[in-house]
């Protein structure tokens, strides 16, 4: 909980620095303190303002005003019918924030093997590092049905 403002050093703020002094100082009621009175005076004489930013600062994120992340970030694409169901095509899709930089088109795995996909998603990681800096795929990846196959001339879909 915020401490409460002290009235004293509310109505201090408003005056001059000489006039402070005068009214509080030795020759006043003694309270002034130079190592402290100087900063406290800033803090109440912009405190409204300061506040006034700050809220402003949160609705600003609040929004979605920040601005997008310069990483990169890739997704993988599996189209398959169930994560219990063998692969039927990769792809990828290469993000930078709330925007997609670039799509690798889907790949069919017909006749490869469990090593042969292996293989080729560390390839795909290979390439990825030395354009984008990505290391490994963003969790979890992204899983399309086999009766929406992106590849136009996939057997599955288009007959």
């Known amino acids: 909980m915020p401490r409460r403002l002290n009235r004293k050093c509310v109505a201090c703020a408003e005056l001059s620095v000489e006039d402070a002094i005068a009214l509080h100082g030795d020759e006043g009621d003694g309270c002034w303190e130079p190592s402290k009175c100087h900063r406290r005076r800033s803090h109440y004489r912009h405190r409204d303002d300061n506040n006034r930013r700050r809220r402003r600062q949160g609705l600003a ?29 990769i792809g990828v899709e290469i993000w930078q924030g709330n925007q997609k930089i670039e799509a690798i088109a889907a790949q069919h795995t017909i006749g490869m093997r469990s090593r042969d996909i292996q293989t080729y998603l560390q390839e795909l990681l290979g390439k990825l590092t030395e354009s984008y800096g990505i290391a490994k795929f963003d969790p979890p990846p992204k899983e399309i049905p086999i009766s929406q196959c992106p590849i136009p001339a996939c057997p599955h879909t288009h007959e």
């Open 61 to 89: 994120v609040k929004d979605g005003l920040l601005p997008s992340p310069t990483a990169y970030g890739a997704v993988l694409l599996l189209v398959r019918d169930g994560a219990d169901q063998p692969i039927h095509a």
